[in-house]
């Protein structure tokens, strides 16, 4: 789970992170008080679910309020299109006003999961902004790594040897041995999956600072704070995957025209290769996991057909605990509800698969039904090809 920049900075501050001093706002006339409060002289950022803002407007510095309003209001409602956020952008509708601090230097540090080692890394580099992923590929002797032991934690010689790392000396280098000790004990408090800070600034001023903030809470861990369901922004997340989130259905979008409906990750992992290896593109990873209901069963088809770049579907199910009848229902009554005429591929296969087989041909669907996933992976790539020929 994803949160806005000026909710890490919040998390921040609560566990002793130095952050600039800023204000969420609305509206542009918000923006222009807050910035008036600050002095005039403010930095206004664009609150989306994304990075790379700076590079594409979304980090202005404004000299003065009425500036700050003008500044907003060309801001607010616009969709800003950074690396992070895919062709069609995300709409801002919060601007964290912040004061204008002067940089110094400007540093990479985060923590997140390595899996290749199944443990917390954390990541650090003297050469930090609006560049870092310039950096990781053209000078990876620049980044500097630490695994993290489990059992003895992160320590506080290893934090000092990545502070001295970063060039800090005397009492930044012990800021920073501190913060980096605060932000570890966050990870773990907050069951945080990543925490990112890009910049670590020191001020002309000569302080420590958090200038950005990314957190990412473990999705398995959400269960335990209850808290963070007042953090989502629902503004910034694609309504297919809300929807998904509330039907507990896994729906990833991806980039193909083929939508995927299956049960259990690695039997969609399967199909998305096999897929793949027929020359079909998926359009979405869809797991309805282990034992769907028909209604979840419908609620996860119809997901699939509201996606746009849908243009067949391929349903690949094991119906072990599940009974292959009530995925057919399921399936028909989600295709019934929006006019389905897209043609459907269904590979299903466990208890009652004849009385489900029988349901779907009986429907009057454009659906074939087959008994290997082969079979079904390279029939849903001709079906296609058939349609739009
Ligand atoms: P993003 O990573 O999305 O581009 P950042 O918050 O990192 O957004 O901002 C981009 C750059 O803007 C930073 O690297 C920093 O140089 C500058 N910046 C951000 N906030 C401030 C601020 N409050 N004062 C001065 N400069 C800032
Ligand atoms: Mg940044």
Same mark, same amino acid.
């Given at each position: 789970?994803?949160i806005?920049?000026?909710?890490?900075? &919040?998390?921040?501050?609560?566990? !002793?992170?130095?952050?600039?001093?800023g204000?969420? #706002?609305? #509206?542009?006339?918000?923006?222009?008080?807050?910035?008036?409060?600050?002095?005039?002289?403010?930095?206004? @950022?664009?609150?989306?679910?994304?990075?790379?803002?700076g590079?594409?407007?979304?980090?202005?510095?404004v000299?003065?309020?009425?500036?700050?309003?003008?500044?907003?209001?060309?801001?607010? /409602?616009?969709?800003?299109?950074?690396?992070? #956020?895919?062709?069609?952008?995300? @709409?801002?509708?919060?601007?964290?006003?912040? &004061?204008?601090?002067?940089?110094?230097?400007e540093?990479?540090?985060?923590?997140?999961?390595?899996?290749?080692?199944?443990?917390?890394?954390?990541?650090?580099?003297?050469?930090?902004?609006?560049?870092?992923?310039?950096?990781?590929?053209?000078?990876?002797? @620049?980044i500097?790594?630490?695994?993290?032991?489990p059992?003895?934690?992160?320590?506080?010689?290893?934090?000092?040897?990545i502070?001295?790392?970063?060039g800090?000396?005397?009492?930044?280098?012990e800021?920073c041995?501190?913060?980096?000790?605060?932000?570890?004990?966050?990870?773990l408090?907050?069951?945080?999956?990543?925490?990112?800070?890009?910049?670590?600034?020191?001020?002309?001023?000569g302080?420590?600072?958090?200038? !950005?903030?990314?957190?990412?809470?473990?999705?398995?861990?959400?269960?335990?704070?209850?808290?963070?369901?007042?953090?989502?922004?629902y503004?910034?997340?694609?309504?297919?995957?809300?929807?998904?989130?509330k039907?507990?259905?896994?729906y990833?979008?991806?980039?193909g025209?083929?939508?995927?409906?299956?049960?259990?990750?690695?039997?969609?992992? *399967?199909?998305?290769?096999?897929?793949?290896?027929?020359?079909?593109?998926?359009?979405?990873?869809?797991?309805?996991?282990?034992?769907? #209901?028909?209604?979840?069963?419908?609620?996860?088809?119809?997901?699939?057909?509201?996606?746009?770049d849908?243009?067949?579907?391929?349903?690949?199910?094991?119906?072990?605990?599940?009974?292959?009848?009530?995925? *057919?229902q399921?399936?028909?009554?989600?295709?019934?509800?929006?006019?389905?005429?897209?043609?459907?591929?269904?590979r299903?296969?466990?208890?009652?698969?004849?009385?489900?087989?029988?349901?779907?041909?009986?429907? /009057?669907?454009?659906?074939?039904?087959?008994d290997?996933?082969?079979?079904?992976?390279?029939?849903?790539?001709?079906?296609?090809?058939?349609?739009?020929?």
């Open positions: 789970m994803n806005h920049e000026y909710q890490a900075k &919040e998390i921040f501050s609560a566990f !002793d992170i130095p952050v600039p001093r204000r969420v #706002t609305l #509206t542009a006339d918000q923006v222009e008080r807050a910035a008036k409060m600050m002095g005039g002289h403010c930095v206004i @950022k664009a609150q989306i679910y994304a990075g790379g803002r590079k594409a407007g979304g980090v202005q510095v000299h003065h309020p009425e500036q700050a309003h003008e500044a907003a209001k060309e801001m607010f /409602g616009k969709r800003l299109i950074t690396p992070q #956020t895919g062709p069609e952008g995300l @709409k801002v509708r919060r601007i964290l006003v912040e &004061e204008a601090v002067g940089i110094a230097r540093f990479y540090l985060s923590i997140t999961l390595d899996r290749a080692t199944s443990r917390y890394c954390l990541i650090a580099s003297a050469d930090g902004g609006v560049d870092i992923e310039e950096t990781a590929v053209k000078h990876p002797e @620049k500097l790594k630490l695994t993290i032991d059992f003895t934690g992160l320590r506080s010689h290893q934090a000092r040897r502070a001295l790392g970063l800090l000396k005397g009492s930044l280098c800021d041995v501190q913060l980096i000790l605060n932000l570890y004990r966050m990870l408090e907050k069951d945080c999956s990543l925490v990112e800070i890009n910049p670590l600034v020191v001020t002309k001023a302080w420590l600072l958090a200038m !950005d903030g990314k957190i990412n809470f473990d999705d398995n861990a959400l269960f335990r704070h209850w808290e963070y369901h007042d953090l989502q922004d503004s910034q997340m694609d309504p297919l995957e809300i929807n998904a989130g039907f507990d259905l896994s990833i979008k991806l980039t025209n083929i939508g995927c409906m299956v049960n259990g990750a690695g039997l969609a992992m *399967a199909t998305l290769d096999v897929l793949k290896e027929n020359g079909g593109e998926p359009a979405n990873f869809l797991d309805v996991g282990g034992g769907a #209901t028909r209604e979840k069963v419908a609620e996860a088809f119809k997901i699939i057909l509201q996606d746009r849908v243009r067949g579907v391929f349903v690949n199910i094991f119906g072990g605990i599940m009974r292959c009848d009530v995925i *057919a399921g399936i028909i009554e989600a295709a019934a509800e929006f006019h389905c005429t897209l043609p459907i591929m269904v299903m296969d466990g208890s009652q698969v004849e009385e489900g087989k029988q349901l779907l041909l009986e429907s /009057g669907l454009n659906v074939r039904c087959v290997t996933l082969g079979d079904g992976a390279a029939g849903i790539v001709k079906m296609l090809a058939q349609a739009e020929a």
